[in-house]
C-alpha cells in the first residue's frame, strides 16, 4: 500500500464491564477502579473506568489491521492519558500518518483515541517499520 502524509484510519468500540473483566484477567491488572463499583463510587471518577492501555490496544489495532497494516512493527509509542473511559463509552482510535522515512521503512503516526463527544481521552505517536 502506498501511504501518503495526512493518510488516516480508525477503529471504534463500545466498552462494556466485560470487556474491562477481560482486560483485566489477560493483562493480571485488577485494580478496583476497574472491577469494583463500589471502589470506584470513591474514587475522582465516581464509577467504573476501563484501564488506559485497552483504549491504548485499539491504536495498535489500527496500525496492525489498516494502517500501516499488517506485517507493521511497533517501535515505540508515546501516550498521555487525558480523560477517562467509562462503561458504556463509544470510543474511536484514529491513526494519522506524519512523517514518512521510505529509504528505512520507518513511519510517524499520530494516534489519538476520542470519546462519542469527541473528546480526547488518548493522544500520543507512534514511530513504526512497514515495508
Known amino acids: 500500500m502506498e501511504l501518503n502524509i495526512g493518510q488516516c484510519a ?18 493480571e ?3 478496583p477502579v476497574h472491577l469494583d463499583d463500589q471502589y470506584a463510587k470513591q474514587t475522582i471518577f465516581k464509577k467504573r473506568i ?3 492501555m485497552l483504549g491504548a490496544g485499539l491504536i495498535s489495532a489500527v496500525i496492525g489491521t489498516k494502517l500501516p497494516g499488517p506485517g507493521t ?21 484514529e491513526v494519522t500518518v506524519k512523517n514518512i522515512r521510505k529509504d ?3 513511519i510517524s503516526l499520530d494516534t489519538v483515541v476520542v470519546n462519542q463527544d469527541k473528546k480526547h481521552v488518548i493522544q500520543g505517536e507512534a514511530v513504526v517499520m512497514h515495508r
Not at 17 to 23: A, K, L, M, N
Not at 73 to 85: D, E, G, H, N, R
Open 10 to 27: 480508525s477503529i471504534s468500540k463500545t466498552i462494556t464491564g466485560e470487556d474491562i473483566e477481560r482486560f483485566a484477567e489477560v493483562v
Open 73 to 93: 512493527i511497533y517501535l515505540s509509542q508515546t501516550l498521555k492519558f487525558t480523560a477517562p473511559v467509562y462503561i458504556g463509552d463509544h470510543i474511536t482510535a
Open 104 to 106: 528505512k521503512g520507518i
Open 50 to 52: 476501563a484501564h488506559g
Open 29 to 31: 491488572d485488577r485494580n
